[in-house]
């Protein structure tokens, strides 16, 4: 039976609205936006057990008809983990422990490691990806317990679109920062821009704004440095995603107060509007990769 969500993780609060609704891969999936923060979370959505199962095997299989990688899915990374490792360049100059949870086929390991010369090891719970990294030679292991129970610190860990798919993402990146993250360490989040994103998907509990996601580091005790609002590898015009790179925060006596988000439909009806628009005006020239049609379907990745 599916869970229902009552309270805000970010904010406490226990009164949302319903802000989307709409079907997708045959389920129905309901977003709700939080009447005080501006926080889009899912409810009802899928257990833990549910989830486990989902990602374990049938995930891959819904949005690209096989579990392992396909060509278009490994170009696809390729690409958005060269503009990560960019992102990265101008802002960090020395790495050592790279940790990247999700890490999917391990091309965003395999590019910071070729940029920093710096140990590399990644988490994924589906098989058919983390068979494939290890087949290339990469460090994968099927859950962050094992690497928690190695000890062992990272200067930067990354989760590229994984964020959204967590059940507490306060209470996970909390955990991130008191058990796995090097005392100045980076964290890099990437996930999908709400306002511009489709992103209402049966795997996304959450749905983020550059306001709400700021918030959710800072109630977990970071510090935002760089934020990168950008369509690559997609679209050079749309903002499809947030990248975020922060470090854990100095220690402070007061208690966290949330920054609400406002007027979230009309940012995200704005969003769309313009998208129609520019689509309508100017066919072709707002999308970077060539296959148009097949890539329009990786908006939800
Ligand atoms: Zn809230």
Redesign the pocket.
């Known amino acids: 039976m599916p869970e229902e969500i009552r309270t ?1 993780i ?4 226990d009164h949302s609205t319903l802000f989307d609704r709409r079907e997708h891969f045959g389920r129905w999936v309901h977003n709700r936006l ?1 009447s ?4 889009i979370f899912q409810s009802p959505r899928m257990t833990a057990a549910e989830a486990e199962a989902h990602y374990a095997a049938e995930y891959r299989r819904t949005i690209q008809g096989r579990e392992g990688p396909t060509a278009k899915d490994l170009d696809f990374q390729a690409r958005r983990a060269a503009r990560l490792v960019e992102f990265l360049q101008r802002r960090v100059k020395r790495l050592q422990r790279h940790l990247d949870i999700g890490c999917s086929a391990g091309l965003l390991l395999e590019r910071v490691r070729e940029a920093y010369r710096n140990e590399a090891l990644g988490v994924e719970p589906g098989e058919a990806y983390r068979a494939y990294a290890r087949g290339n030679g990469l460090q994968v292991r099927a859950s962050l317990d094992e690497v928690e129970a190695a000890g062992q610190r990272f200067d930067l860990i990354s989760l590229i679109h994984v964020l959204e798919h967590l059940p507490d993402p306060v209470g996970y990146l909390v955990r991130l920062r008191e058990r796995l993250l090097a005392a100045d360490g980076w964290l890099l989040i990437e996930v999908p821009n709400v306002y511009f994103h489709t992103s209402f998907e049966y795997e996304h509990l959450y749905s983020f704004s550059r306001r709400t996601l700021t918030e959710v580091l800072r109630k977990a005790g970071f510090r935002v440095g760089a934020v990168c609002i950008q369509g690559r590898p997609i679209s050079q015009l749309f903002p499809f995603y947030l990248t975020v790179l922060a470090r854990p925060a100095r220690r402070s006596r007061r208690p966290f107060r ?1 920054r609400p988000e406002r007027g979230a439909a009309r940012k995200r009806l704005l969003g769309t509007v313009f998208q129609i628009f520019v689509t309508q005006r100017l066919p072709k020239r707002w999308w970077l990769l060539i296959d148009i049609e097949s890539y329009q379907d990786t908006t939800r990745a």
């Open positions: 805000c970010l904010c406490g609060h939080c005080r923060c501006g926080l949330v």
